[in-house]
């Protein structure tokens, strides 16, 4: 999953899960339960499925899917599940939900009834924030998550019990999907069955304004598409160049990875403003949601040319190579994160890595990414009272957090700080094979075990990561990992910059990405010299110790006055730019909850921003690890 263009996330489902053994009364059926599911009323927010499920008489518990995997945290849209309505031979059959366990309801099945029948809706009205339970509904597409219709008997693994799906669209909507059809009826279309897991690792979009665009049309198996759906007939207008991008993309990550793990894949791609912007992986597909404009918008396209590439690389690291806390045999299993930096981690270094490799970035737009993340994680006092091992055990708390205080409380850091650890292995991997080797031969064998193959999931624990990186180049990773992992130092490792030919560097020149931000969120990112940013003139977050933080500005304030004029974000720039050749300090007016304060900042040394600077007198490794290693050279486009 990636998440960092996203906003806060509405808080997810209960927390504290506990385990329910099922009830033996469902048998272990060979057939499959029938999901028919109807989008029809997707466009007013409510979806509409019908079940049919083998029984037999006794008592039943049928369980909603709760951990939802990508998601890392119990995150089961059960608050937005209606309309539950069970019936056997047309008498209604009462249940009870369970009194600790709200993802699992309760019946007794009649005798003589072999076939149960349930009526169920999704509310589909979330805000536009969160995850596949976000916002994911207009006017003129969905995309649909099918653990929001699922119910399947409590105790069954997932690959155990079969579905047949189908799916019914309003009229001249179209759909993509890793599903296989069978066939249609009308507007309806029906698929082959697959087990529940497959099921839900294979989500639909549908759409009025949809496009299937071929990639990469050499590769003869598999075979890759763009499935595009957008709020307007505009937005799907991808250029060439860009199109050519995303099949550099599919090239450039077979190269990489030596493999494919998938029959076909399929990019489901949204371009919305209406719906939650994230992107969760899948074996066969991803989901992947931007803002409508992304093609029209160079800023936007910036801020979200890494998401593809991630959420890609999950088919093989994430998906296919699993650690083994988060393979779990069912929905309703509890994950365990602790190797979130490597699945998340990895997955951060190789997809940017990879949107350089293909030309969706620039090789200095990579470097503007990576500085701007850098400086982030190098800003974060929360580090010296928690690990980057405990955010990745903490995970399923902190994806639904308010973004407040985040450099105090820490966040999802195993992304960006798990991208730099993996640049320093990475350039250390280079430097002790004297340039034999590097981590494109761990992503080979690690990521590409086995070679081609359907998807399948091969878990792994700690030590095998060591021993596959030992195997590659010869070292105590185990003693290096753990040292990064467990550290409370109150700085970022950036080894892998300063072994990669660069130094992180402060300037007032813009970064892009600060400028790309700034320019979307209506802000000012003032993070790194007064210790504050804003979006629509509120403050969005402080950093703890910065001169903000110490003159007593707080995140939600709404900054009014600047030096006594009405605030704009320009007169803030010019404010911080002007105090270096002034002794006064920075005097804002700020609003608290209809409460006026004035607050001085004593700062004077301009405007600063993040960049990687070349250092003469080291090989450019970081220049190596961004050159294809498949595809020609291609020409900057953004
Ligand atoms: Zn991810």
């Given at each position: 999953m990636r998440s960092k263009t996203a906003g806060p996330v509405k808080a997810g489902a209960g927390l504290f899960l506990f385990f329910f053994l099922s009830f033996p009364a469902l048998a272990q059926s060979v057939a499959a339960i029938k999901l028919e599911l109807d989008l029809t009323d997707a466009p007013r927010k409510i979806l509409h499925a019908h079940l049919v499920i083998p029984v037999q008489p006794g008592p039943l518990t049928l369980v909603y899917p709760a951990w939802i995997p990508g998601e890392?945290?119990?995150?089961?849209p059960i608050d937005n599940f209606a309309g539950l309505v069970f019936t056997a031979n047309g008498r209604n059959i009462p249940w009870q939900r369970d009194d600790v366990n709200m993802f699992a309801f309760h019946m007794t099945v009649p005798d003589g009834v072999t076939v149960l029948e349930a009526g169920v809706d999704f509310l589909a009205t979330a805000a536009a924030t969160g995850f596949s339970a976000g916002a994911s509904t207009n006017p003129n597409l969905a995309v649909v998550a099918w653990n929001e219709v699922a119910l399947y008997p409590a105790g069954t693994p997932a690959g155990e019990v079969k579905f047949a799906p189908s799916v019914k669209l309003p009229d001249g909507w179209k759909l993509g999907t890793a599903l296989a059809s069978t066939g249609a009826d009308g507007t309806t279309t029906h698929f082959e069955s697959v087990p529940l897991d497959t099921l839900v690792d294979s989500p639909i979009l549908a759409g009025r304004f949809f496009k299937e665009i071929p990639l990469a049309p050499n590769i003869i198996s598999p075979k890759h598409f763009l499935d595009v759906a957008a709020?307007?007939?505009?937005?799907?207008?991808?250029k060439d160049d860009e199109i050519s991008q995303f099949s550099n993309l599919v090239v450039e990550a077979g190269a990489l990875y030596q493999s494919h793990h998938y029959n076909h894949y399929n990019f489901l791609f949204t371009l919305s403003d209406s719906v939650a912007h994230f992107g969760l992986e899948h074996h066969q597909s991803s989901d992947d949601r931007v803002d409508a404009r992304t093609f029209l918008d160079d800023d936007l396209k910036l801020i979200n040319g890494g998401l593809l590439p991630h959420e890609f690389t999950h088919s093989w690291n994430g998906k296919y190579r699993r650690p083994a806390g988060l393979a779990t045999p069912n929905f309703q299993q509890p994950m365990k994160g602790e190797l979130l930096w490597v699945y998340e981690g990895l997955t951060e270094y190789f997809g940017d890595v990879l949107t350089a490799r293909s030309g969706i970035w620039s090789a200095e737009q990579y470097r503007e990414m990576l500085a701007l993340s850098a400086a982030e994680m190098d800003h974060r006092p929360g580090r010296t009272w928690r690990s980057l091992q405990d955010t990745a055990t903490a995970a399923q708390l902190l994806y639904s957090t308010s973004s407040e205080w985040d450099n105090w409380r820490r966040s999802v850091d195993y992304y960006a700080e798990g991208e730099l650890i993996w640049l320093e292995v990475d350039t250390m991997i280079r430097t002790l094979s004297k340039g034999k080797r590097s981590l494109n031969d761990f992503a080979g064998r690690f990521l590409g075990k086995g070679g081609d193959t359907p998807p399948a999931v091969v878990p792994y624990e700690f030590a095998d990561v060591c021993a596959q990186l030992s195997d590659v180049a010869p070292f105590d990773w185990r003693h290096f990992l753990e040292g990064r992992m467990s550290s409370k130092a109150p700085h970022a490792p950036l080894n892998g910059i300063a072994n990669g030919g660069y130094k992180l560097e402060y300037s007032d020149q813009a970064n892009d990405f600060a400028h790309a931000f700034e320019t979307r969120d209506h802000g000012v990112n003032a993070w790194y010299s007064l210790g504050f940013r804003t979006a629509d003139e509120a403050v969005r977050d402080v950093l703890v110790d910065s001169p903000a933080y110490k003159a007593g500005l707080g995140p939600g304030m709404k900054v009014v006055a600047i030096n006594g004029r009405k605030a704009t974000d320009e007169l803030l720039h010019n404010a911080i730019r002007d105090a270096k050749t002034s002794k006064e300090p920075i005097e804002l007016i700020v609003e608290n909850a209809n409460f006026f304060k004035v607050v001085k900042i004593d700062y004077h040394e301009g405007e600063r921003y993040p960049h990687l600077v070349r250092q003469a007198n080291t090989p450019a490794l970081l220049d190596e690890i961004l050159k294809p290693m498949a595809t020609p050279p291609v020409k900057k486009s953004i």
């Open positions: 890392h945290s119990p995150s089961g709020d307007g007939p505009e937005d799907l207008n991808l």
